[in-house]
């Protein structure tokens, strides 16, 4: 009886094994330049890479735990899934299991490919891509070069890498940090317990941390908006001679260095106990008659650019370069 049921065990045991074996993939479609791509992938790595071929292909194995892939491509839109099985009939299953590291898979698709891509435990790399990327996973990191047009890079624990990007960008994170270097056009970085540090030569910049750190190298910038709450911001401005800039803090300091011949008009005020050091020029701010307010108000060359400041318990700086 013991032989029986040992020779049963070990019998599903490979059969275990063998329902739950990776799957490999191997497609290769003809579609248009401009296709509209979708794939989602619940967990594993990705790698997107457009290339000059009107071709969408796909290569490498699935989560151990998929039930296969669903694959559709008509009139212009594909679209590619990971099928996974329903938590509910399989008692749950563990997304962070270490023996099953979750799909593998290269993906290649055209330069002018319109390219959306949703997970969950995903980290994904894409490059190349010029009709429009969006990226969006939960716990992974995620890594775009050389995109153009509308870019949305995201995710809620992990690190956003952006290289060399071109056109409307955004960048996302919740539990991490944002990388950006080389990126033109109009720049948009949002993190909440993390950091965000940018060499970026956009026209348009917009910054908001919450209970993190913004380092900003910024050439040629046009229009910066940055705002903190329990976090610090410090940009450098080269090249900007008449720009729009807004700074807000809530209990954090906030520092702009900028060209010795900038050509705007000053507003700081700093709230409950803030503070303003201008090593710009020679004005210093005046002390509210009653209660704690500091203000600064004064005008470079011709006033034509525009630079506010605000704080509430924190610190304003002036710097030049």
Do not use: C, H
């Amino acid at each position: 009886m013991m032989k029986q049921q040992l020779i049963l065990g070990l019998a599903f045991s490979v059969f275990s094994q063998f329902l739950w074996a990776a799957e490999s993939v191997n497609e290769n479609l003809q579609v248009a330049n401009n296709e509209k791509i979708f794939i989602e992938n619940m967990r594993g790595e990705v790698e997107i890479i457009a290339t000059a071929e009107n071709r969408f292909k796909v290569s490498g194995t699935l989560d151990e735990k998929a039930d296969g892939y669903s694959m559709e491509s008509k009139n212009g839109f594909t679209s590619f899934k990971v099928k996974m099985p329903n938590m509910r009939n399989y008692g749950g299953w563990d997304w962070d299991d270490k023996d099953n590291q979750g799909s593998r898979l290269k993906i290649e698709v055209p330069l002018g490919a319109e390219l959306e891509f949703q997970g969950v435990n995903s980290s994904v790399r894409v490059s190349g891509v010029q009709g429009s990327t969006k990226i969006s996973t939960v716990n992974g990191s995620v890594y775009g070069e050389k995109l153009q047009k509308f870019i949305q890079l995201e995710t809620v624990n992990g690190e956003v890498t952006s290289v060399n990007n071109n056109g409307r960008i955004r960048l996302s994170t919740v539990n991490g940090e944002i990388k950006d270097s080389g990126s033109q056009g109009r720049l948009s970085m949002d993190a909440v317990n993390g950091s965000i540090d940018s060499k970026s030569s956009a026209n348009e910049v917009s910054v908001s941390v919450v209970n993190g750190e913004a380092d900003l190298e910024l050439t040629n910038a046009q229009q910066l908006e940055m705002s903190s709450v329990n976090g610090s911001l410090d940009a450098e401005l080269k090249g900007s001679l008449t720009p729009r800039i807004e700074v807000s803090t809530v209990s954090g300091d906030a520092k702009l260095k900028l060209d010795k011949g900038i050509n705007a008009k000053f507003n700081l005020v700093a709230n409950a106990g803030g503070s303003i050091k201008n090593e710009l020029t020679s004005q210093k701010a005046e002390k509210a008659k009653y209660g704690p307010r500091r203000s600064l108000e004064f005008s470079t060359g011709k006033g034509e650019g525009r630079v506010e400041m605000s704080t509430v318990s924190g610190s304003l700086k002036l710097q030049s370069n």
